[in-house]
């Protein structure tokens, strides 16, 4: 039962002052070990809050007035957003192969875009890749993202998008970083809201490193230094 005056919120927020979970709890490649300062959210914990947002997610996508829902597409922001992606996709298929009221025809499409190097933004955003995204007009658009740092990155992507006016669009997105920087915009659907801390792991870089580490980790000086350009 919820506690009386409990605020709810539709995502799981991290504090500022959580200093992350110690790294002999957890499996690590021996190439990070030293190069982080703690696991901020272990693997287990990732998926069973992706999980959670596919289920809000589809069942949002059936709440149609009238006939059956509207094809969506899927866009999956690459590339720090394809293991997200990846496991979202994965649950929400699992909610169309069990529903017994009605389904959602889906199809996927990637974007990638670049405003990082090192661990700043890099300025204005580049949209290095799509394929012909007239083919989004009157369907669904469901964005996935890996983290939504100032929200100015979404919201250029979302004016691109809906030059092709889609039905609508909505963000899912992994993280949301919690920063004075912000530009006030906030996801559809957010797994986490994390410091203003630079977060690696689970597809999250730092200049193409840190994809292939399991847990979501804070980088530290060491690793910041080693893998600079």
């Known amino acids: ?16 002052d959580f200093s992350g979970y110690p790294l002999d709890n ?4 021996l190439h990070y070990v030293d190069k982080v300062e703690s696991v901020l959210i272990p693997h287990g914990l990732i ?5 959670r947002v596919a289920r809000n997610i589809f069942s949002d996508l059936l709440e149609t007035p009238s006939g059956p829902p509207v094809p969506l597409v899927v866009l999956c922001v690459l590339k720090g957003g394809y293991q997200f992606f990846s496991d979202l996709m994965e649950f929400i298929k699992k909610c169309n192969r069990g529903s017994h009221s009605n389904s959602v ?18 300025g204005p955003v580049q949209v290095v890749g799509s394929d012909d995204l007239s083919s989004l007009k009157g369907k669904n658009v469901l964005v996935v993202e890996d983290i939504v740092d100032t929200g100015r990155t979404m919201e250029r992507l ?14 899912a997105s992994l993280l949301v970083k919690r920063t004075s920087r912000s530009s006030g915009y906030r996801p559809d659907y957010i ?10 792991g689970y597809a999250l870089d730092y200049n193409e490193y840190y994809r292939d580490l399991h847990h979501i980790c804070v980088i530290n000086e060491l690793g910041k230094t080693t893998y600079a350009q």
């Open 1 to 16: 039962m919820a506690q009386e005056g409990a605020v709810k919120t539709d995502y799981i927020p991290i504090a500022d």
């Open 26 to 29: 957890f499996c690590l490649p």
């Open 47 to 51: 998926m069973d809050r992706t999980e």
């Open 105 to 122: 025809q889906m199809s996927i499409d990637f974007i990638r875009l670049k405003s990082y190097s090192n661990d700043k933004s890099a």
């Open 158 to 171: 979302l004016g691109l998008l809906n030059e092709h006016k889609p039905k609508q669009i909505k963000v």
């Open 191 to 200: 797994g986490f809201e994390v410091p203003d801390k630079f977060v690696v």
